[in-house]
């Protein structure tokens, strides 16, 4: 996950992604958490910061949408405002501790009992879009510190080795897959193509452009 969101920032650097693009860097644990507890009939409705990485061509898919390319998950027309994964996933600071309270709040749901709210504290990396620095409101120091001791993936690393789950060289082994997926994915998007003009006209609400206008007077 980390790796492919750095992937959008060198995008966006080299003004290959256009209007608003808003990471996820740091706060992983949120949306791994709750995917995991997730059963395959529910449906996931999130904001801009999402986790967008569903399926496994989801960074492909993600990466050619927000680069506008027509086999991006909207086709190239939505961006990183406006995404969606079919079927049932629409546009903390530990991803167990995500995961555990996910569970609690989608079975009490299921049960009948209705919604819960849940506030799941994280802390961003960059700023709140690639368009903001992020250190008006902090200091470098303060993120490299969040970063040494909070970070999501490392946490989980750590929680993996001590329970011999995993050792070092196997987590290893795994990220360089990811990071070779990723770098696989910006590749694909890049060479992708544009969609066609005509598709400016599908998905509307409204289609009152493909209708004659009438022009009123008032007084």
């Known amino acids: 996950m980390y790796e492919w ?10 003004k290959k992604i256009y209007g608003f693009c808003h ?9 791994t ?19 967008r990485q569903q399926g496994k061509d989801g960074p492909r898919l993600v990466l050619s949408e927000l680069t506008g390319k027509a086999d991006g998950l909207m086709g190239g027309k939505g961006g990183s405002m406006h995404l969606y ?26 049960s009948g009992q209705g919604p819960m709210i849940v506030e799941m504290q994280t802390y ?10 992020g250190v008006s409101y902090r200091t470098r120091e303060e993120v490299q510190a969040v970063r040494k001791t909070k970070d999501p ?3 989980l690393k750590k929680i993996i080795v001590e329970n011999k789950l ?12 990811a990071k070779a997926a990723c770098a696989e994915a910006k590749k694909a998007a890049e060479a992708g193509s544009e969609p066609d003009a005509k598709e400016l006209y599908t998905h509307l609400y409204v289609k009152y452009l493909e209708q004659p206008r009438k022009r009123t007077c008032v007084g």
Not at 90 to 96: F, K
Not at 167 to 176: A, G, L, M, Q, V
């Open 85 to 110: 994964v079919p079927p049932h996933f629409y546009g903390g600071q530990g991803i167990v501790g995500g995961q555990e309270i996910a569970k609690v709040a989608s079975d009490y749901s299921r």
């Open 23 to 31: 990471l996820y860097v740091g706060t992983e644990a949120v949306g």
């Open 5 to 14: 969101r750095q992937k959008l920032a060198n995008l966006y650097k080299a």
């Open 166 to 177: 995993a050792t070092d060289e196997e987590i290893e082994e795994i990220n360089k897959k």
């Open 124 to 133: 961003r990396y960059y700023g709140h879009s690639m368009s903001d620095p």
């Open 33 to 51: 958490g709750i995917v995991a507890a997730m059963k395959p009939t529910d449906n996931l409705i999130t904001s801009y910061r999402c986790p």
């Open 153 to 155: 993936l490392n946490k």
